[in-house]
């Protein structure tokens, strides 16, 4: 199983950028998925998911500005972040809901400078 994430970048704050998670070995839409983050000595923490059935659920943090959605067709999982704010500069990673430790990649990376 691989979940490899992508879309990551500097971008500056109020601006947008846009995640995309690609599944091989597993389908993202048989399982509840999410996106997570780590900033820089910090605990990683969920930030949005989303359940097999689409029920979507967000951080306080993120919500209203962070919208995730899967494309089945492509096996991705989505990550659309907008109104982007300092505080959101992290590596990025996607995994199911709960995480599965064997599925963490790379994540991808986000600057957001002010």
């Known amino acids: 199983v691989q979940l490899q994430a992508s879309g990551g970048g500097l971008a500056q704050a109020g601006g947008s950028l846009r995640l995309s998670c690609a599944a091989s070995?597993?389908?993202?839409?048989?399982?509840?998925m999410g996106w997570y983050r780590q900033a820089p000595g910090k605990q990683r923490e969920l930030v949005a998911s989303?359940?097999?059935?689409?029920?979507?659920d967000y951080a306080d943090s993120v919500k209203g500005r962070f919208t995730i959605a899967r494309d089945n067709a492509k096996n991705t999982v989505n990550l659309q972040m907008n109104s982007l704010k300092a505080e959101d500069t992290a590596v990025y990673y996607c995994?199911?809901?709960?995480?599965?430790?064997?599925?963490w990649g790379q994540g991808t990376l986000v600057t957001v400078s002010s």
């Open positions: 070995g597993i389908f993202a839409s048989f399982n509840d």
């Open positions: 989303i359940t097999r059935r689409g029920t979507t």
């Open positions: 995994n199911t809901l709960p995480p599965n430790w064997d599925y």
